[in-house]
């Protein structure tokens, strides 16, 4: 799924809008384009993986990681690490190495002897390393750096995203019925996923989401991925109901819903989600304005934006 908020700003008017409230995350690096432009975010995410790499990249305004951080990594573990009760070691996948395993745990391990800025920091360097090798074919060679060396550069890459915008970044964790009907805020901005089942590839989210919560079975990382993220989404089955996105819109002065499909053509997106959200907000938000775009010709592909106001 795409987002431009380039096309949120062209069609909505960022100068108008002080504050964002996203009841689901977004990428971390669109979630910075509005930071850098000195909004108010209010971010929440139920998934506890999640929860670090917002702290740490978004909601942290000036600490970065440190150069004692740094050196206790460097002299705590040799080049060639050797853990017999390294629980990842179970992981049914040849996606990673046993020596890059054994640097997954080191590296878990080291995050409770860390404070929690510290700690945030380098889980969101460590999802960093795992997306890295993720991306070299199986079994074959993955590049000429060391795991400590790969960790270090995403490490002073991150240093380099801190920065204090002058106007606070709040991250939230909260399942969907727990999230307050009080928060206020300029637009109430929510991204749609289309979820039919657990995904069946170990993506990055996964190993990052078992990694951090040590969990050994990276099926069961896969189903609590799911579990969390239907309670966004929307089906091609059935009909879908978001008078409970309504609810959860709080205070907001507006509200704007995006997403990207595949195969289905606008008219449907317009009569199974575009319909059901307008009759959802039409108490609050009568005025809406949709608009839709290509984004591949041959994949039939869409993005699609929302927007919903007062009159």
């Known amino acids: 799924m795409r987002f431009q908020p380039s096309w949120l700003e ?28 000195g909004v108010k975010l209010f971010i929440n995410d139920p998934l506890p993986s999640k929860i ?6 978004l909601e942290n305004q000036k600490e970065l990681f440190l150069d004692e951080s740094r050196k206790y990594l460097a002299n705590h573990v040799n080049k060639n690490p050797d853990f017999p009760q390294n629980p990842f070691k179970s992981w049914q996948t040849d996606l990673f190495s046993p020596l890059q395993l054994d640097f997954l745990y080191f590296w878990r391990e080291t995050t409770f002897a860390l404070g929690e800025t510290q700690r945030n920091l380098l889980a969101a360097a460590v999802k ?29 890459r991150n240093n380099q995203m801190i920065f204090n915008s002058g106007e606070k970044v709040y ?18 901005l929510v991204s749609l996923r289309e979820v039919s089942s657990p995904d069946e590839k170990l993506t990055s989210e996964v190993l990052f989401h ?5 969990n050994t079975d990276l099926n069961k990382a896969k189903t609590e991925i799911y579990n969390f993220a239907r309670e966004w989404g929307y089906s091609w089955q059935g009909v879908n109901d978001f008078s409970q996105y309504a609810k959860k ?30 009759k959802a907000f039409l108490h609050k938000f009568p ?24 009159n």
Not at 171 to 187: D, M
Not at 210 to 214: H, N, P, Q, V
């Open 128 to 156: 960093e390393v795992i997306s890295y090798w993720l991306s070299f074919p199986s079994k074959t060679p993955r590049g000429t750096l060391s795991p400590s060396e790969i960790l270090d550069y995403f490490i002073l």
């Open 171 to 188: 991250v939230l964790q909260h399942a969907f019925p727990e999230i307050s009907e009080e928060v206020e805020s300029s637009l109430y």
């Open 249 to 278: 819109s709080g205070k907001s002065e507006a509200a704007a819903f995006f997403w990207s499909s595949e195969g289905v053509p606008p008219k449907l997106n317009e009569e199974m989600i575009i319909y059901p959200i307008k």
């Open 10 to 37: 062209e069609k909505c008017g960022l100068s108008k809008i002080e504050s964002i409230f996203f009841p689901i995350s977004i990428k971390s690096e669109s979630l910075m384009w509005f930071k850098k432009r």
């Open 287 to 310: 005025k809406s304005s949709q608009y839709f775009k290509m984004a591949d010709r041959k994949k039939e592909e869409y993005d699609f934006l929302l927007i919903l106001q007062k």
């Open 210 to 214: 078992a990694w951090w919560l040590g």
């Open 52 to 57: 670090p790499l917002l702290k740490g990249l």
